[in-house]
């Protein structure tokens, strides 16, 4: 069973502009990014692993929820997930993709406010 995840360098690099720009931490958003990218309907590809990213502790990310994050990313892939599957591999292809859509959002809004509303009229 693995505790550790390392993100790619572009979501290393997008998390720390939006935690500049948001004042959020890096963990919350990544939340948020993984919520943005379970909407999504395909399932997203595992990042290949290099250098530069982050890491993180699987508990930091999902802490008490983390059987909810399990749950909500089997039933995306609409199948049984094992640990060693769910966490670091499809936590981190949904992580990877939903910063991307995250960071788009951002762009898309140009401040914190807009950009928090724009998140809101998704839910």
């Given amino acids: 069973m693995n505790f550790r995840l390392k993100t790619s360098s572009y979501v ?16 919350i ?12 309907d395909s399932i997203p590809t595992p990042p290949s692993s290099e250098a530069g990213g982050l890491e ?8 008490e929820h983390d059987y909810l994050y399990r ?16 966490f670091p ?7 990877e993709r939903g910063i991307r859509l995250l960071s788009g959002e951002y762009q898309h809004a140009g ?11 998704q839910s």
């Fill in 56 to 63: 993180f502790n699987r508990n930091t990310l999902t802490g």
């Fill in 89 to 95: 591999n499809l936590f981190n292809a949904h992580l």
């Fill in 111 to 121: 401040n914190y406010d807009k950009f928090i509303l724009n998140l809101l009229r």
């Fill in 12 to 27: 290393a690099d997008r998390l720390k502009q939006l935690q500049s720009s948001t004042n959020l931490t890096p963990n």
């Fill in 71 to 86: 749950a909500l990313i089997a039933q995306h892939a609409q199948r049984e997930v094992s640990d060693d599957e769910f």
């Fill in 29 to 40: 958003l990544a939340r948020i990014g993984v919520s943005l990218s379970l909407k999504q």
